[in-house]
């Protein structure tokens, strides 16, 4: 069975820092990816996603991703993170429709 | 607007009692999941459907199961609840399948004691 892990757990910025979370799957194969981020009090969303071509995604709200096959990656990365970032962000991995989710990061944005 | 709605949100039930969790979708999807977050886990999927009379077991199938009688509602029973089912479950839809942007309810946080 395929996993996904998420290293940083916790992330603690100050407002105007860049921000980049790493991702990473151990399936061999053809993959779709994904983020979605879970807002205090809100439903999980959709970020962004990479089914094929260009391996750097944008998504809503300034977010990006770049896919790096050869390092099994998919790491999420704003340039300049806003206190309403703050949030939990999940990266998920579909391989043959076995969807798996890594824990998790909380991300904590300072004023 | 579409949305996803579960219920109930809090639930707290004691060990060896069968558990209903709703889900109800207005998106008019065929595939409907269920997760569990656990801290530490992310989501597991516990089961999906690609459609009625549709089931499918997921990652930590064992102890629920599930029933697809219409598009709109798939229902999450745990048969005899145990302590290591609490969790917080989610409810999910698509429209096509794992390959698409899934749609999550607001979450039941069930506590089994």
């Known amino acids: 069975a395929q996993s996904v892990s998420q290293h940083n757990h916790h992330v603690i910025l100050s407002e105007a820092a860049s921000l980049e979370l790493g991702c990473n799957y151990s399936y061999g194969g053809t993959v779709n990816l994904f983020w979605y981020v879970q807002y205090p009090g809100q439903h999980l969303q959709l970020l962004l996603k990479y089914f094929s071509g260009d391996p750097l995604v944008k998504g809503i709200k300034g977010f990006e991703a770049e896919f790096i096959k050869s390092k099994f990656s998919f790491n999420l990365r704003k340039p300049s993170v806003q206190w309403s970032d703050t949030a939990e962000y999940f990266c998920a991995v579909n391989a043959n429709n076995d969807m798996r989710f890594g824990a998790g990061t909380r991300l904590t944005v300072k004023p | 607007d579409a949305e996803i709605t579960q219920s109930p949100r809090h639930k707290i039930t004691e060990t060896g009692r069968q558990v209903t969790l709703a889900c109800h979708q207005t998106w008019n999807h065929n595939n409907m999941f269920w997760y569990r977050q656990d801290l530490g886990h992310g989501l597991r999927l516990i089961h999906y459907s690609y459609g009625v009379q549709d089931t499918n077991k997921g990652e930590v199938s064992d102890g629920y199961s599930v029933s697809r009688s219409n598009t709109e509602d798939l229902p999450l029973t745990l048969e005899s609840a145990a302590s290591s089912q609490t969790s917080v479950y989610f409810c999910?839809?698509?429209?096509?399948?794992?390959?698409?942007?899934?749609?999550f309810g607001p979450g039941t946080r069930l506590t089994v004691l």
């Open positions: 999910a839809s698509s429209n096509r399948g794992f390959r698409d942007e899934q749609f």
